[in-house]
């Protein structure tokens, strides 16, 4: 049996050991480091699977005083989802020139700090890494000194600090009601309480505090600048987009789990994963940054799965679960392959940016397939995974707004696609986007540096040309092997019958239709969207909306008990 | 007087500090505003299930009259972490105030997006 500690701090470990060591070497040990680690985990996850939950206490102690690390099913198939992410992604940035040794050591922290969080088992802890992951993150998304990285970082750090000391008063309230911190204890103490609503303000202070980690409706703000930072190398974002932001979902449904049964507010959260999805797409739709499109795509995703949690049903449930994996999958897919093809054309301007098949075959392809993963397209995995958050909603009137989802995520993809078109439309298309490239000439000049400094190294195209491939199929894989995997991953088994791909197949064409002629025909011709281009909350204005959602939320809860 | 307990204290700090963030642009004060929140849930959680008259738990001693150890040990870590991400931020602050010279929040991305 393989220790569960060594999960968190093996990688934390190797990265300081080896820290010292030259770069060509510190690089090979780092990836053999993720080869074992992703070895390690799926031994654990097999583990948990066949033999269920481990539990394990740090340092002798008796529960409820050691630090207890918890692995279950929902928590191992993060693990392995993260530390499997972790190793493409840094075979992926092989030979990229940023990977120096401080780079892959704050990387490799990141790592640590994630699988600690998936694994931890008491709200404390929770918080300590919850911090920790926040001081790598503000520094790698600084990493290309940019003009605006300074602003970006200090909004993340200080946005985040003020967030979890809403969670920290939160763990205060809980540990004066209960007198433990250790998940499984205080769940059983919750039971015994006379009047459990009186734990009503904690629930909103770690609520909300989550609320910011998950960027849901009004917390999202500081998504976009972080996610789609011009100075975070693509695989920053990757990571973030991919793995950090379901963190926030994470641990939402772990505190949801301690307090289930106590408040009801899946109709709440329902409703703000609505908004958040709905307006995250159409904030997508009106940027011309490649990244910036991709980031409010992520928010609009996450809204999804936050619906299918809160939707109140097992199959929506389970698809959320599945979403959460594919969405990792193809939206790091999108990411790195922006990354590279927003250096090839020399501009993140999604206007400007055409012909990219010709140039760079391979990452067109990979594109093309995360493309059809995100949008739902038959056979692939986030045509399963929405399939099952929407037959969770069969029936229901909100069976509808999952459709105006969908259309809205194939619009804002119809747009990305743009990129596909051949070279000479670009210049018919100047005229018209002459007045935006004025606008806006920052893009041109950031990547101009960015390629500078990104000298070639022999092998890098192909470690990343395989890699990009690589986690293209596996979006198709995981779609066509949905039924095994989901009874593997969830130990739930899929009704999914032959006709299911054919039916899936209609809709999704009909869907995409309608995305073409809707995005052409209407929203790429109304020119006030713009004005959401250049609308950005203030530091106050996004506090401020932080504390309303706490006293919404905590209004709710008064209101239903 | 009976008001003026550690737990009062401690919430009141709390919200003296999400006033500061609410309102201030200055982004030094900011800072100092969330601290100020910080410290004020770090009281709170120190002085949580506090007994009059209990001693440190330091030494085997009378366990009877000993002060609750965990939250004690626990708020020496969080002390840290709040002590090194404000160090992180501030470090952030110096170099964003030496390119932008402004130390208002609206100020600089007005800056940063007429450039």
């Known amino acids: 049996m393989i220790p569960l500690h060594l999960l968190v701090l093996l990688p934390v470990f190797l990265a300081t050991v080896g820290y010292f060591t030259p770069r060509a070497v510190y690089k090979h040990l780092m990836i053999v480091t993720q080869i074992v680690h992703a070895a390690m985990s799926t031994a654990v996850f097999i583990q948990v699977r066949s033999g269920g939950a481990i539990r394990q206490y740090m340092g002798g102690w008796r529960g409820g005083i050691g630090i207890a690390l918890v692995a279950d099913a929902l928590a191992m198939n993060l693990v392995l989802l993260s530390s499997w992410l972790f190793l493409l992604l840094f075979l992926f940035n092989y030979g990229k020139q940023y990977m120096d040794n401080i780079f892959q050591f704050l990387f490799i922290m990141l790592q640590g700090v994630t699988i600690g969080i998936f694994l931890a088992g008491d709200l404390f802890h929770i918080y300590v890494l919850v911090e920790l992951g926040m001081l790598a993150i503000s520094i790698l998304i600084m990493y290309k000194r940019d003009k605006q990285a300074l602003y970006d970082g200090l909004l993340y750090v200080v946005l985040n600090l003020f967030g979890m000391t809403f969670f920290l008063l939160g763990v205060g309230f809980m540990y004066r009601s209960l007198g433990v911190l250790d998940l499984t204890l205080m769940s059983q103490r919750i039971g015994r309480l006379s009047d459990p609503t009186g734990l009503s303000l904690p629930y909103a202070l770690l609520l909300t505090a989550i609320g910011l980690k998950a960027a849901i409706l009004p917390l999202f703000s500081w998504l976009p600048s972080a996610h789609g930072a011009l100075s975070a190398p693509s695989a920053v974002s990757a990571v973030l987009s991919g793995l950090q932001v379901k963190v926030g979902v994470f641990l939402f449904l772990r505190i949801q789990q301690l307090f289930s049964g106590i408040f009801q507010t899946e109709g709440f959260f329902f409703v703000v994963a609505l908004l958040t999805a709905i307006v995250g797409f159409t904030i997508a739709l009106v940027h011309r940054d490649i990244k910036l499109i991709l980031a409010f795509s992520t928010v609009s995703q996450i809204g999804l799965i936050m619906m299918g949690l809160n939707a109140g049903s097992d199959l929506a449930y389970y698809g959320s679960l599945f979403h959460i994996t594919n969405h990792a999958l193809f939206k790091a897919l999108l990411f790195v392959t922006a990354g590279v093809i927003a250096h090839h054309a020399g501009t993140r301007d999604i206007t400007r940016i055409r012909g990219v098949a010709p140039r760079a075959p391979v990452f067109a392809l990979a594109t093309l397939l995360a493309i059809l993963g995100i949008t739902g397209g038959p056979f692939f995995n986030g045509s399963v995974s929405k399939y099952l958050i929407q037959s969770g909603l069969a029936g229901r009137p909100e069976e509808a707004l999952l459709y105006l989802v969908n259309l809205g995520t194939i619009m804002v993809f119809v747009k990305y696609a743009q990129i596909f078109l051949p070279q000479r439309l670009a210049a018919a298309d100047a005229g018209g986007a002459g007045n935006a490239t004025g606008a806006s000439p920052s893009p041109t000049a950031e990547s101009a540096t960015e390629s500078d400094k990104t000298a070639l190294i022999p092998g890098r195209e192909f470690a990343m040309k395989s890699v990009a491939l690589l986690m293209g199929v596996l979006c198709l894989a995981l779609g066509l092997l949905a039924a095994p995997l989901m009874e593997l991953l969830f130990g739930h088994r899929l009704p999914v019958s032959g006709a299911f791909y054919l039916d899936k197949t209609l809709i999704f064409l009909a869907t995409l239709v309608t995305g073409i002629a809707l995005y052409y025909g209407v929203v790429h011709r109304l020119s006030f969207l713009a004005v959401l281009r250049e609308f950005r909350l203030t530091f106050n204005t996004i506090c401020l909306l932080f504390t309303g959602f706490f006293a919404l939320l905590l209004g709710y809860i008064y209101l239903m008990t | ?115």
Not at chain 2, 50 to 62: E, L, W
Not at chain 2, 84 to 108: M, P, Q
């Open chain 2, 1 to 115: 007087m009976q008001y003026v307990t550690a737990q009062n204290v401690s919430l009141v700090l709390f919200f003296i500090g999400l006033y500061g963030v609410l309102v201030k642009r200055n982004i030094i004060k900011t800072i100092v505003s969330v601290n100020i929140m910080d410290f004020g849930a770090i009281l709170f959680l120190i002085t949580v299930n506090y007994v009059p008259d209990s001693i440190p738990p330091i030494g085997a001693t009378d366990f009877d009259r000993m002060a609750d150890p965990l939250p004690q040990a626990l708020m020496i870590t969080a002390i840290v972490i709040g002590i090194s991400v404000t160090a992180v931020s501030l470090t952030i602050f110096i170099s964003l105030f030496r390119k932008h010279g402004t130390a208002d929040w609206e100020n600089v991305i007005n800056r940063i997006q007429k450039r």
